[in-house]
């Protein structure tokens, strides 16, 4: 996939239909490690100025989608125009959309306790029987890197037990970044996207 560097942060190129049919491929047809989709918005892109490990997280995603309109316009001054925004919360509604049709399995981890067992129940009367664990983002000894640190353990363990496809991962950036590529690789599921404060919209 065509990307597109702004700050030193790689954009895809991709329309929100294209990023859709990526998706829907890799779920189908699986592939090596975890799909890690990120999906910064301007803020998150000037932040990985001043957070060369969070930039470095980001540069390896396997997608990484414009959720913000001052990308857009960036790419546009740069003479290297993005096709359009692409926003974590509109490619999450694609991916509870695909896992419907399909059957796959999705884990909501993030959000203040009890947002994330509203968003389940929310998804569950549109989507019909999705979700198959969720998880607050406020969990105990939240250690970001400390793979082998027991709660952190018990959580992958908790969230591999439930056989996700797929995982939200809602903790905010740079927290959700730096969780995904820390724990990505442990996680049995096909793909793992970063999606901000998609879970307290899906509450809503
Ligand atoms: N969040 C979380 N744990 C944390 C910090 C934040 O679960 O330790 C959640 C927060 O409740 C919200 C989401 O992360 O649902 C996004 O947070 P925020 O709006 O700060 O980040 P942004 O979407 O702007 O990156």
């Known amino acids: 996939m065509n990307k597109i560097s702004i700050m030193d942060v790689s954009i895809n190129n991709v329309t929100k239909a294209e990023a859709g049919e990526k998706i829907r491929n890799r779920l ?3 592939g090596d490690g975890i799909f890690t989709i990120f999906t910064p918005n301007t803020e998150i892109v000037m932040l990985c100025n001043d957070d060369s490990e969070l930039k470095r997280i980001i540069n390896k995603g396997s997608m990484v ?6 990308l857009i316009y960036a790419s546009r001054i740069k003479r290297l125009p993005l096709k359009e925004r692409v926003t974590g ?6 991916i509870l959309t695909i896992a419907a049709e399909k059957g796959y399995k999705v884990f909501l981890l993030g959000g203040a ?3 994330a067992e ?4 929310n998804i569950r009367k ?6 198959c664990g969720y998880q607050h983002g406020y969990f105990k000894g939240q250690h970001i890197g400390h793979a082998d640190h027991q709660e952190e353990r018990a959580i992958i363990n908790r969230i591999n037990d439930l056989k996700p496809d797929i995982v939200f991962v809602g903790l905010g950036s740079p927290k959700q970044e730096k969780w995904i590529d820390y724990h990505g690789n442990n996680l049995n599921a096909n793909l793992v996207i970063g999606n901000g404060g998609t879970i307290d919209v899906l509450s809503g």
Do not use: C
């Not at 989608?65 to 001052?70: F, K, S």
């Not at 919360?89 to 694609?94: A, H, K, N, P, R």
């Not at 549109?126 to 979700?131: A, R």
């Open 28 to 30: 189908e047809k699986g």
């Open 65 to 70: 989608l414009p959720d913000g309109i001052g």
């Open 89 to 94: 919360f509109d490619t999450s509604v694609e």
């Open 113 to 115: 306790p009890g947002v």
């Open 118 to 121: 509203k968003a389940s129940a």
């Open 126 to 131: 549109k989507f019909g029987d999705i979700i």
